[in-house]
């Protein structure tokens, strides 16, 4: 029997229904022929809404956590606990030398050294290209603001703040330390030193409301997430390496 070619047509379109992938009912062509960009039904558009609330609940999940933990133990030099050594974050250099953000932060760890609040100062950082040397310039500026160099303890392998709280922990054996960086990112270091067994305080530092500021403080929102990962999973840090007495002659040398 020969075909038509308007049988053919009616075949073809048959055809194209049973592949076409089934859509919720709410999401379907309507009747007038109009084409629906979302849910039409009261029950789809509640679970729309519904959703995009879940979402942002789990957006917003980490930076809750931080506040949680870390709110309590922010302070400022006046009234931080005694401990016998300050960890300090890299913030970047500038032709060499530490950025204005990380000049305040070894400001406030110099202030802390001569208000007897710390014995010893960790600078944490990157080095890991020949002509970026953050701890170098960081144990540079200290020494210029009246650190005896012998107190200052380099960690050449503190390329983010997880990493730089595990390699306090593990490679330098500190237990109990306060920890200086600018408020935006204070809490998240509180929270990982403590995660990584560190009994830690910190100090915010001030800095004026900038682009660097507002840039820091969205980053945050995003590296929260990150945070709460490496907390619950507890990843190596990129360098672990042996154990170094850096922070133990350190503190000999502070008793003598």
């Keep these: 029997m020969r075909r038509t070619p308007g049988a053919e047509r ?20 309507p009747a007038d022929g109009n084409v629906t960009t979302g849910p039409r039904t009261r029950r789809g558009r509640r679970r729309a809404v519904q959703g995009v609330m879940a ?9 809750t956590w931080l506040h949680i933990v870390a709110d309590a133990r ?26 204005p953000y990380l000049a305040n932060r070894l400001r406030t760890a110099a202030a802390l050294y001569r208000e007897g609040k710390v014995k010893v100062v960790l600078v ?4 890991s290209r020949v002509e970026y040397d953050e701890p170098d310039a960081m144990r540079a500026f200290l020494v210029g603001k009246g650190v005896p160099d012998d107190r200052i303890v380099s960690d050449f392998a503190g390329f983010d703040t ?16 306060v920890l200086v960086s600018q408020g935006f990112h204070i809490r998240r270091a ?7 067994g560190i009994d830690a305080y910190g ?7 900038d682009v660097t500021w507002y840039y820091g403080g969205t980053r945050e929102v995003f590296a929260a997430g990150k945070a709460a990962l490496d907390a619950l999973f507890e990843p190596d840090p990129h360098f672990l390496g042996p154990r170094e007495r850096g922070v133990d002659d350190a503190l000999a040398a502070a008793s003598r």
């Design 10 to 29: 009616v075949r073809g379109a048959r055809l194209l229904r049973a592949l076409r992938p089934r859509l919720p009912r709410a999401w379907r062509r």
């Design 55 to 63: 979402a942002c609940v789990l957006a917003l999940a980490p930076a």
């Design 74 to 99: 922010i302070r400022t030099v006046e009234d931080v606990p005694a401990r016998q050594v300050a960890v300090v974050f890299g913030a970047g250099l500038w032709d060499g030398k530490p950025s």
């Design 124 to 127: 944490t950082g990157d080095n």
């Design 162 to 177: 997880w990493d730089s709280c595990v390699r306090a922990k593990k490679i330098f054996g500190v237990d109990r330390a």
């Design 190 to 196: 509180i929270a990982l030193c403590r995660a990584a």
């Design 203 to 209: 100090v915010g530092v001030d800095a004026e409301h």
